[in-house]
């Protein structure tokens, strides 16, 4: 425990919708705080937008706050709706499934369901994957907004994971295209060796990609001879959660009747 990121926790859960308002004195008072330590971190919280002062000079929780909630409950309602569905898929298909959403210029993994085959003895969730190189970032970057995608190439390394890793701008730009005409994504061995993953976007209400989700195995039929089936699998999932979070696509699938590698 760092003592000094606790006191500003403190500060910030004493907040309440009984109390959305309190004074420096009352801070101090009920967190049995000395008011200058109070002040120095109230201050620091203040300068992050985490905490406002009031007209009156008491202080009331910022609007930084607001998107950090807003991201929560969008992952949250997001894993909720998608759960059953990724259940059926994991059963259908027998290979590990993911969900993930965007978060930066990686993904964020926020629910699994991992294959008996998978030699990871940990589940993939919490874990942090970048969005080039792996079948779910590559479903979000497709449908990003070109001068994003753009952004994110010219900023963000474009390490080299195996052989197999595509890190020519150019080349990725042009499987992002691939992608977005097929209405899927694959790694084939892109982030780790002796792993095929298949994924689709999975979009907002508003039409804006939220996130993907993927199978993922150790089977390189995944990304041949079983494509055909997995793709419509994926995608048909990928759509209806999409419907779930009040999205209404344009087309009914996006797989195109003969899949593309």
Known sequence: MIGSVAKALDILTLFSKTHPVLTLAEISRRLEMPKSTAHHLITTLAAYGFIEQTDDGAYAL?????????????????????????????????????LTVR??????????????????????????????????????????????????????????YTP??????????????ATRQRGYSLDNQEHELNTFCVGAPIFKADGHVVGACSVSGRDPQIVEGRLPALAEQIVGTAQEISRHMGYVPAHMSMVRSRPQR
């Open 164 to 177: 197999y890793t595509l890190t020519d701008p150019a080349t990725l730009l042009g499987d992002l295209e």
């Open 62 to 98: 910022g609007k930084s706050l607001i998107p950090l909630t807003q991201h929560v409950l969008v992952n949250v309602e997001l894993r909720d709706r998608a759960a059953p569905l990724l259940r059926a898929l994991a059963d259908s298909c027998n290979e590990s499934v993911y």
């Open 103 to 160: 978060d930066g210029d990686a993904v964020l993994y926020i629910y699994a369901i991992e294959s008996s085959q998978r030699l990871l003895a940990r589940t993939a969730v919490g874990d942090r994957a970048p969005l080039y190189c792996t079948s779910v970032g590559k479903a979000v970057l497709a449908w990003l907004p070109p001068d994003e995608v753009e952004c994110l190439l010219n900023t963000a390394p474009l390490n080299t």
